[in-house]
């Protein structure tokens, strides 16, 4: 009898088919993928160099400059989620040594701080409770002490539910100095955001929100003085996957013949460039449009089954992330589990600096519609019915 050289065994989880259950996914993201973004997904593949892919890079390329309002030549998509587009940003921007300012009114600052000090940059926070923004006082306040070279906020600030306001932002900056780096992961497509207009040095977003599309691609954008920044480096920067120029390069950005730098998800390009086609057909503003209605919609029959909107002044909400505080009473992991089991929707609790203050119900891209709506507060008011504690 041979006998085997294995002493590992086939796992018994991979012999079974996949399983992959129906859901609303009305969380913070991913958001629900649409018939038409699946299929290109799942359309044969092509070689990363092929012509045929290099033109789809180019539609992205296109896309994402419109979705960003911007004529920016390097402009591209990280082959990445939103924390890799984050990352990348950070470390072609800053250099060991570089002061910078991170707006932190939830998690996404805490992120960009942690990985600038992990950079080796001198960072400043400028400090918010979360639910709230920072005005251009507060911002110029922070310019003037610390003289930053690079300024991080976030436009859709996922865990606590607030829209930044970004007018006039990058003018102040660029008077001091600074660069502004903006995170729309969470808002591109769902609040309006104008690159050029608003003097944004680098813009990045993410697949898997507002476009539709499965995680693992990134739209990145740098305007020409950051680019002007990064070609003053001293030292390289520190990834060579996240090189803004081997990237630059690969997508056609710098005017040279495209070279190899990494096997792209081709996959995933496909998905992120119907994604964008999707919105340049629906448009810009009436996308805007769609979520602002959705979210009015949903905020006042939140209000209407007595819950407290988290975010107090109606113009600082998210229009794609609704942010409600935990009921008095409740546990809001019942009340998440609740709607898991039982309705089949996913909503989710606080993250961060929101964790059991708040929950989170996102309405995304193709989610984004009335009937979601009464879904979901549907779903709640059962929840509110079911879930009370008594002892509590
Ligand atoms: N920034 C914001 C505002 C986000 O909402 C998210 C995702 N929740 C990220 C960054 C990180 O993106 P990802 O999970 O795709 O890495």
């Known amino acids: 009898m041979a006998t085997s050289l294995l002493r590992i065994p086939p796992p018994q989880g991979l012999l079974r088919p996949l399983a ?21 997904g799942s359309r044969q593949l092509l070689g990363h160099m092929h012509p045929e892919v290099l033109q789809v890079m180019d539609e992205i390329k296109a896309g994402i400059q419109y979705a960003f309002q911007t004529q920016n030549r390097l402009t591209l998509a990280i082959s990445g989620t939103g924390h890799c587009a984050m990352e990348a940003a950070l470390l072609n921007l800053l250099e060991h040594g570089d002061t910078t300012m991170v707006a ?18 001198n960072v400043h926070e400028l400090l918010k409770p979360p639910g709230e923004y920072f005005t251009l006082w507060d911002i110029e306040e922070g310019l003037v ?5 690079v300024l991080f906020i976030t436009h859709g600030e996922s865990s606590t539910g607030v829209l930044q306001p970004l007018e ?31 003097e944004i040095d680098v813009l990045y977003s993410g697949s898997q929100k507002v476009l539709n599309a499965p995680p693992g691609s990134a739209p990145i954008s740098f305007s020409e003085r950051a680019r002007e920044k990064m ?6 920067p520190p990834s060579f996957y996240l090189d803004m120029g081997w990237l630059a390069n690969y997508w056609g950005c ?22 964008l086609a999707m919105l340049a057909e629906l448009g810009l503003e009436s996308s805007w449009e769609r979520h602002r209605a959705n979210c009015t919609q949903l905020c ?25 505080s935990v009921p008095e009473g409740y546990d809001w992991k019942e009340i998440t589990a609740f709607l898991m089991d039982n309705h089949a929707i996913e909503i989710a609790g606080g993250l961060g600096p929101s964790v059991g203050k708040v929950l989170r119900i996102g309405l995304m891209g193709c989610n984004s519609t009335s009937s ?9 008011q059962d929840a509110l019915r079911r879930c009370r504690r008594s002892r509590l």
């Open 254 to 275: 710098d005017g040279e013949a495209r070279r190899y730098h990494h096997t792209a998800p081709i996959n995933s390009f496909f998905s992120l460039r119907e994604g």
């Open 168 to 198: 006039g932002l990058g003018e102040l900056c660029h008077r001091h100095g600074c660069l502004l780096l903006v995170d729309a992961v969470a808002s591109l497509g769902g609040a309006p955001i104008f690159m050029d207009q608003q």
């Open 231 to 236: 070609l003053r480096r001293k030292m390289q």
């Open 20 to 40: 992959v259950p129906e859901r609303l996914l009305l969380g913070p993201g991913p958001s629900n993928v649409p018939p038409r973004i699946l299929a290109a």
């Open 372 to 380: 979601n709506v009464d879904r979901v507060l549907r779903a709640l």
């Open 104 to 121: 932190v009114n939830g998690i996404w600052g805490q992120r960009a701080a942690d990985i600038a000090r992990r950079l080796g940059a």
């Open 300 to 324: 006042q029959g939140l209000c209407d089954l007595g819950l407290e909107l988290f975010v107090k002044e109606e113009k600082a909400r998210l229009p794609t992330i609704t942010t409600v």
């Open 145 to 149: 002490q610390h003289k930053p070279l």
